[in-house]
């Protein structure tokens, strides 16, 4: 049976719980997530303090045990606060229409939480490593990823006249562009003698500004053009 934890050996393993989530919170704080540096911080030590509590419990356990099938189970209450974490992730993701952001937020305080039962297991070559993947993550691969193509959808939504531009026309000035349109709906209002276009459209992220006034600029000069609505979309 392993001894005892000591006094001096739990407080290593806070310290290095409390260092990885300042660590990994300091990254998130100075890009303004929701969970910044306290938030990463408390949840990265409170995950290792379960797995200290768990230990500890195990230890009483097995030392009081008179033996039989029963096996107590030190990663029953890691399991828990795995379980647990993703409430608190998902109070970080916001969705505002087709905009979704805090994604990447919630999978580091899921990350860090892990990070934190490793510390607390006395794992320190495991969480380390863990810290380092982590930093590496959020701070090199932004920048790795401007340098990928990556495609950017979003929809363009048109009110005009009912013999203003046709459909076959709208979708050459757009491809003329550099701009693919994916799918396009169309419905007309008799009454009001109007029409909407409706393109799903897929462009690179990387002109995806630029593109997007100069579509709107171009579009504005057609005649019997109302309204024009350019939107993110998924």
């Given at each position: 049976m392993n001894p005892p934890l000591t006094t001096s050996e739990i407080?290593?393993?806070?310290?290095?719980?409390?260092?990885?989530?300042?660590?990994?919170?300091?990254?998130?704080?100075?890009?303004?997530?929701?969970?910044?540096?306290?938030?990463?911080?408390?949840?990265?030590?409170?995950?290792?303090?379960a797995m200290i509590i768990s230990e500890f419990l195990f230890l009483e356990s097995v030392a009081t045990s008179s033996g039989g099938s029963?096996?107590?189970d030190p990663a029953r209450l890691g399991a828990g606060i795995?379980?647990?974490?993703?409430?608190?992730?998902?109070?970080?993701?916001?969705?505002?229409?087709n905009f979704i952001r805090g994604v990447t937020t919630a999978a580091t305080?899921?990350?860090?939480?892990?990070?934190?039962?490793a510390f607390g297991s006395g794992l320190f070559g495991i969480g380390a490593a863990g810290v380092g993947i982590a930093l590496l993550t959020l701070v090199a691969l932004p920048k790795l990823e401007k340098?990928?193509?990556?495609?950017?959808?979003?929809t363009i939504t048109i009110?005009?006249?009912?013999?203003?531009?046709?459909e076959e026309q709208l979708k050459q000035r757009l491809k003329a562009l550099g701009i693919k349109v994916s799918r396009?709906?169309?419905?007309?209002?008799?009454?009001?003698?109007?029409?909407?276009?409706?393109?799903?459209?897929?462009?690179?992220r990387h002109v995806a500004f630029k593109l997007s006034a100069q579509t709107m600029a171009e579009l504005r000069?057609?005649?019997?053009?109302?309204?024009?609505?350019?939107?993110?979309?998924?």
């Open positions: 407080a290593f393993r806070l310290l290095a719980a409390t260092i990885a989530g300042a660590l990994v919170g300091m990254e998130r704080e100075t890009h303004g997530r929701p969970a910044g540096l306290r938030t990463t911080m408390l949840t990265c030590v409170a995950s290792a303090i029963w096996r107590p795995l379980t647990g974490i993703g409430f608190l992730g998902a109070g970080t993701i916001v969705r505002n229409d305080l899921w990350f860090v939480t892990v990070l934190g039962l340098l990928i193509p990556t495609d950017w959808f979003a009110i005009a006249e009912l013999d203003a531009i046709s396009m709906e169309l419905s007309y209002d008799l009454v009001a003698r109007q029409k909407t276009l409706t393109c799903e459209v897929k462009l690179d000069q057609i005649p019997g053009i109302l309204q024009i609505k350019w939107g993110k979309s998924w």
